[in-house]
């Protein structure tokens, strides 16, 4: 089941789903837009390596100039709002209007923890260049309801604030020799 816009506004009244700043006008049929913070990371290396850190640029988004987004780059934006629940499935996808403006937004990891509760990680790529503003209507969190007990979050990005690069090596295991 999903959370309708209604059941939204409760939830963020009554402490089932934490939304900060909530804004009303943000809450729509059955979602919550999200907008964009104010920087974004790039990775800086040539390769970028899942089993070791990657080196990252942050950029400011300038507040009246936006900035400028190029096709064959990543970009790890971040949500203004910080949100999470212990009790709801949280679901983070791109707005249909910026989606038809060329950008993909999230289009590999969607779903949130239950317990999760910070700003959201957005990975951006434009197919063309496109100019971003911070505080833009960037992407809607749904929110469903989980059947069965319930494990909390209390992963390597929890609390997050600001875009966090990929953390992706820390789950890294010694590999296992194949016996001939």
Known sequence: ?????????????????????FEPEQVNPN?????????????TGPVIDAHRPNPTRAHDIDPVD???????ELYLGHTIEEVGSDTF????????????LGLFVEITAPIGD????????????????????AGMKIGQIMFFVAVGPI?????????ATGPQPS?????????????S
């Open 1 to 21: 089941m999903i959370l309708t816009g209604p059941e939204i506004t409760a939830a963020a009244h009554d402490g089932r789903l934490r939304i900060v700043p």
């Open 31 to 43: 979602s919550y837009n999200v907008r964009l913070g104010p920087t974004l990371l790039t990775y």
């Open 66 to 72: 936006g900035f400028v987004l190029q096709p064959g």
């Open 89 to 100: 499935v949280p679901l983070l996808f791109g707005r249909s209007s910026v989606g038809r």
């Open 114 to 133: 239950i317990g999760f509760h910070g700003q959201w990680t957005l990975m951006l790529s434009p197919v063309r260049p496109l100019r971003v503003y």
């Open 151 to 159: 494990a909390l979050y209390e992963g390597k990005y929890q609390a």
């Open 167 to 179: 953390a992706y090596w820390r789950d890294r295991r010694p590999a296992r020799s194949v016996a």
